[in-house]
Antibody
């Protein structure tokens, strides 16, 4: 059974970058396995990004040119780096989740999810 | 503004049935699998329906999903207090090359 453990809370200045890690255990691991979703305070869920076998990097509209997704298969850990942080909008809980693909690399669903990492952007 | 449209909230008494709708388009729901997630207060989301109407192992069979055209629905039967949560629909979008989310529906058990 796959379990995901995320890095701890971060406080960052506007304009800086943050890197959140997500360690997977209990199953196989590839660079496509982990996707990232965020949730601003009191708001809904929003796709940040993830690697897909069909399209390479898939990212949400608010993250074009700002998100970098990497994975280290030797340590079964995925990373999400978000740059040019904005005080309004980027403060959120960032979740990693295992991505399940089906058929010929079609994006399926997210299961399980990590516990989340709170990123606070403040001057 | 979310790509998938959900009603903001629904309320019902214990033991009753509620249905949550999710409306999209041909580029997402109409052509790809729909999934539903339950988010309890202060917790991470949890998958409760995948591939339109399949229930993961360990999830109550009181949850059921369906899809018709560009709309999908989640039904919860025999409503219980533990079902009070936010529910989100998600589907891949072929135009955006990304999964898109509904805005969430808050279920309140009266």
């Amino acid at each position: 059974q796959v379990q995901l453990v995320q890095s701890g809370a971060e406080v960052k200045k506007p304009g800086s970058s943050v890197r959140v890690s997500c360690k997977s255990s209990g199953g196989t691991f590839t660079e496509y396995d982990i996707g990232w979703v965020r949730q601003a305070p009191g708001q809904g869920l929003e796709w940040v990004g993830g690697l897909t076998p069909k399209f390479g990097l898939s990212y949400g509209q608010n993250f074009r040119d700002r998100v970098t997704i990497t994975a280290d298969e030797s340590t079964t850990t995925a990373y999400m780096e978000l740059s040019s942080l904005r005080s309004e909008g980027d403060t959120a809980v960032y979740y990693c989740a295992r991505v399940i693909f089906y058929g010929s690399g079609n994006f399926g669903w997210l299961d399980p999810w990590g516990p989340g990492t709170l990123v606070t952007v403040s001057s | 503004q979310s790509v998938l449209t959900q009603s903001p909230s629904v309320s019902e008494a214990p033991g009753q049935r509620v249905t949550i709708s999710c409306s999209g388009s041909t580029s997402n729901i109409g052509n790809n699998a729909v999934n539903w997630y339950q988010q309890l207060p202060g917790k991470a989301p949890k998958l409760i329906i995948y591939y339109d109407d399949l229930v993961p192992s360990g999830v109550s069979d009181r949850f059921s999903g369906s899809k018709s055209g560009t709309s999908a629905s989640l039904a919860i039967s025999g409503l219980q207090s533990e079902d009070e949560a936010e529910y989100y629909c998600v589907a891949w979008d072929d135009r955006l090359n990304a999964p898109v989310f509904g805005g969430g529906t808050k279920v309140t058990v009266l």
